[in-house]
């Protein structure tokens, strides 16, 4: 069966046509829906979560000022401290207090209390006024264009510009970065395009650094059975009833590495490791002891030579 749950997250503002009206606060929200159809789900997730609402409570407490924030039947609480930015919808910076209707921002990609009521650490709280102002806190690409294509910001001298670090930021440092937009006229195309008034920039939201994938190992060839099996028929001596074959050109086949030692061989491919003592039945297996049923010898000029069992579990 199909169900569709719906999350509550608030619509962002259509900023189209001069703001001239109400003042207004928005960000890249939008009403996320979660589609569940054969245990798949998809959910649009905003750059900023918004919460809105009018402060119903002030609680001082040592890790910040608890804001108790209601809007109808939803409950919010906001933490903010000395570091939070607070402004009203014209670009003033104010104190929060008991009463005031607010917006605030929290970046949708920080970690978040499991907890009821929901609790935010915000990034910018907006107090709203009746002065004319609007506000846009968003992500804006290297075009000054936001993440809805909704507004596209056209900067001028008179702008006013600062950062939440508190560094100096120039007209470049605009492009591709989390923005705090205050604004008083846009036109009515689509993105609509307004001369901000004041802009800060959000330099204390990490950026994510793209995430280096190791690439696919390169699969190694599959052994040459029949090549193995050329070497085998072609070149052997019977010792002692067992069949001996050389080593060094079937585990080279076989993609094994074979280093030569005094008296055998030392030959390895991954985490496996043998090693073959000329003379002795016992054989090394990683750190294990084998045993062959006929010791390897030297049966030619620098070939040692080793029991066909042995070539069986080198395929496995």
Known sequence: MKMTKVVPFAMSALLLGGAFGAPTA??????????NTDNSEQQVQPVFIKVTGTIDKVEVRENGTYYTVIDGDNTNIMIANKDSLVFDNTGKEVKLQKGDKVSAYSYAKKPMLAIY?????????????????????????????????NLKLNVGEDMKLVSASGRDVKMDDLKEQ????????????????????????????????????????????????????DIINKDFYEVEGTKMVPLRLIAEELG???????KGAIISKGALSYTITRGQKEYGY???????????????S??????VEFVEELMK
Do not use: C, W
Not at 123 to 131: D, F
């Open 256 to 262: 094994f590495k074979v280093e030569v030692t005094s």
């Open 26 to 35: 928005s960000a890249s929200e939008v009403e996320a829906v979660v589609t």
């Open 117 to 149: 009521p929901p609790q935010y650490n915000p990034e910018v709280i907006i107090v709203e006024t009746e002065e004319m102002g609007s506000v846009e806190v968003d992500f804006f690409n290297k075009d000054l264009v936001d993440t809805e294509n």
């Open 286 to 300: 990683n750190k294990a002891l084998r045993q062959f049923k006929v010791a390897p010898a030297l049966l030619e």
């Open 178 to 229: 989390h923005l705090v937009v205050f604004y008083t006229i846009a036109t009515m195309s689509i993105p609509a395009q307004t001369p901000p008034s004041k802009v800060i920039v959000l330099d204390t939201i990490e950026k994510e650094e793209p995430v280096e994938v190791d690439p696919e190992p390169t699969p190694e060839p599959a052994p040459n059975k029949s090549a193995v099996e």
């Open 302 to 307: 620098g070939k040692t030579y080793v029991p």
